[in-house]
């Protein structure tokens, strides 16, 4: 019986994959990704030119994405019967090839990836084995050139799916903040800040680490629909050693 093996491919950039995630990709037969209908997927477009030429692709589409409302019941039964379907695909493709399978993950899958959805589906089926990737986030705060947390500094991670009251809560409590799934909630994310007074301090990075990258500080940048891909980042400015006159 082959395994199925999620790796994670770092933040965008394919030199920051890992050793073992490149050999895993460059040898792979079977590679499943997971991408919006009508799209080639982030994932895989990060390692176009590294797969073999004899391997064989599994593109999952999601049924949905912005259709309908992420908490509402008609998307949650929607994606639940999606990762019910792949789950049983994958485990009976390991079963039916005996080869392994690779599936491509963005950042790191334990990180809010998609594969935690399978992975939970595939216990005591297949053998599945997790490759840990660099988050985007650290890709994108990487490229800032300044660094994220100081000394006992709380960083606070939060997606930008949010109510606007809830992120204004967490940013009031946190020294470092991390914003994700911003895209076309980067309104509602500003406002926050703004409420939490922190846009001042707050950074926008799309892209980060791929050739498209933008980096900006928020309060300059246009209020309008920012990729999926795109971290918003406040710095924390915490305890550290005086610098020397």
């Given amino acids: 019986?082959?395994?199925?093996?999620?790796?994670?491919?770092?933040?965008?950039?394919?030199?920051?994959?890992?050793?073992?995630?490149?050999?895993?990709?460059?040898?792979?037969?079977?590679?499943?990704?997971?991408?919006?209908?009508?799209?080639?997927?982030?994932?895989?477009?990060?390692?176009?030119?590294?797969?073999?030429?004899?391997?064989?692709?599994?593109a999952m589409e999601y049924p949905v994405t912005t259709e309908l409302a992420f908490d509402s019941p008609a998307y949650i039964q929607c994606l639940a019967r999606f990762y019910d379907e792949w789950a049983d695909r994958l485990a009976l493709l390991a079963q039916e090839q005996a080869q392994d399978i690779v599936v491509l993950c963005e950042g790191d899958p334990f990180f809010y990836g998609s594969f935690m959805h399978l992975y939970t589906r595939l216990q005591g089926r297949?053998?599945?084995?997790?490759?840990?990737?660099?988050?985007?986030?650290?890709?994108?705060?990487?490229?800032?050139?300044?660094?994220m947390t100081w000394g006992d500094d709380a960083l606070t991670v939060l997606m930008g799916t949010l109510p606007e009251d809830e992120l204004v809560r967490h940013m009031q409590a946190a020294d470092a903040i991390v914003v994700m799934k911003t895209g076309r909630n980067l309104p509602r994310?500003?406002?926050?800040?703004?409420?939490?007074?922190?846009?001042?301090?707050?950074?926008?990075?799309q892209h980060g680490t791929m050739p498209q990258q933008q980096i900006g500080r928020l309060v300059d940048t246009p209020d309008e629909v920012c990729p999926y891909f795109a971290i918003v980042l406040v710095h924390g400015q915490g305890r550290r050693p005086e610098l020397p006159e």
């Fill in 1 to 58: 019986m082959g395994r199925i093996i999620c790796t994670g491919l770092g933040p965008g950039d394919p030199d920051l994959m890992s050793v073992r995630a490149d050999r895993l990709v460059r040898a792979a037969q079977h590679v499943a990704f997971f991408r919006k209908k009508g799209r080639s997927g982030q994932a895989r477009r990060m390692v176009d030119g590294l797969l073999a030429p004899s391997a064989t692709e599994y």
């Fill in 126 to 147: 297949a053998l599945v084995e997790v490759v840990p990737g660099i988050p985007g986030m650290v890709g994108c705060w990487s490229v800032t050139g300044q660094p």
């Fill in 189 to 205: 994310v500003r406002r926050a800040l703004a409420r939490a007074g922190k846009l001042d301090q707050a950074w926008l990075v």
